[in-house]
């Protein structure tokens, strides 16, 4: 198929490979394995991981679960805080699959046991240090609280603790990544000693790729659900966590223009189909994406003086090095290693393969 537009090529090869691996891993731990599907949010690429022997899934939102849901996976975690006014239609969902749900206050909890007309799952959100959602681990009095509502609540499971170290992404070295799983790990643990007595089939779940990728000590922990190493990209690869041969995602785009004058090229792709997303180049700028180049049958992969490292909303401009300008012609294609395939992926819609073969996600509703 001729390519004439930004498209997401996906290299089937290397997602096959970064799934078998994390799968490897968590049954070398004994660990639960339920990948985040956000990150390709296809049913055809769900496949491939249920061919792995993945039973269970997680997800971002309602409107994803269903999509799964449909697609035949039938155990299902949402790994957002309930939705309130999504509860109504969360009751068809939970008659027909283990829907497990997640609750982060009192009003979450009084909406779910006021409007849930099916048995679900509840896992307790918390916060180990992503600052974004969740209950910190010391405030056991609301835990307490919220323990004891669920446990006069006839259609609700309580299902355990759950994570997303999510200040991974945040972190400055593979070290401070350790030290970041390892202070998740030890709060996550506290919670479970103080609880397991009383409810002995509690889970711990954690999730987020740079711990799951790299570290090994999972102690006391029961279930992972990392969601971007199924394609990894520029942002992981900045941090330590994947080679440049792991990204499995790549933006193909048109060259539009050439300005020597100010060694820049013009391409067809912005910031609707990449996202914004940025990381700090060698230069101190910041950049929206790697360059490859095709020379004849061979793709080379430019230095980091070259680079994607503006966006609007259809353009990009690259900078290039004098020498490198001759590269780029007016009608050629270039590849474009994205910084956060998970967000470039939900823009792009659906991928092609190396194969020219189109694999759809789930449609925008």
């Keep these: ?192 000693a103080r609880y397991i007595s009383e409810w002995p089939e509690l889970m711990v779940s954690l999730g987020d790729t740079p711990s799951c990728t790299l570290c090994d000590n999972f102690d006391g922990v029961d279930e992972i659900r990392p969601g971007n190493f199924v394609f990894y990209d520029l942002m992981q690869f900045k941090l330590g966590v994947c080679k440049l041969s792991d990204i499995a995602v790549r933006m193909v785009c048109p060259v539009i223009a050439v300005h020597s004058s100010r060694n820049e090229v013009v391409i067809y792709g912005g910031a609707i189909h990449f996202a914004k997303d940025s990381v700090t180049n060698i230069d101190g700028k910041q950049l929206f994406g790697r360059i490859i180049i095709r020379e004849g049958e061979n793709k080379i992969l430019l230095d980091e003086r070259n680079y994607l490292h503006a966006l609007t909303q259809e353009h990009g401009i690259l900078r290039i090095t004098p020498r490198d300008l001759n590269l780029f012609k007016p009608g050629h294609l270039i590849e474009i290693l994205p910084v956060h395939s998970c967000l470039t992926a939900n823009l792009m819609r659906e991928y092609m393969t190396n194969e020219g073969e189109t694999i759809k996600m789930l449609p925008l509703v």
């Design 1 to 192: 198929m001729e390519i004439t537009k930004p498209t997401l090529l996906l290299n089937k090869e290397i997602a096959l490979r970064n799934i078998e691996n994390m799968v490897r891993k968590a049954n070398d731990l004994h660990l639960n394995f339920r990948p985040h599907f956000k990150t390709h949010q296809s049913a055809e690429i769900g496949e491939w991981f249920r061919d792995a022997g993945v039973k269970a899934i997680t997800v971002s939102s309602f409107t994803m679960a269903n999509y799964f849901a449909d697609c035949g996976w039938d155990d299902i975690t949402i790994a957002f805080s309930v939705n309130i006014p999504e509860i109504p239609q969360m009751n068809e969902l939970a008659g027909r699959i283990n829907l497990n749900l997640l609750i982060e206050n009192k009003e979450g909890l009084e909406a779910l046991q006021e409007k849930i007309t099916w048995h679900a799952g509840v896992f307790i959100k918390i916060d180990t240090g992503y600052n974004r959602t969740g209950i910190e681990s010391t405030r056991t009095p609301l835990i307490d609280q919220l323990l004891e509502n669920i446990q006069k609540s006839p259609l609700l499971h309580f299902k355990g603790f759950l994570s997303h170290t999510g200040h991974t992404y945040l972190a400055n070295s593979t070290h401070d990544i350790f030290s970041r799983h390892f202070d998740a790990l030890l709060k996550m643990k506290s919670l479970k």
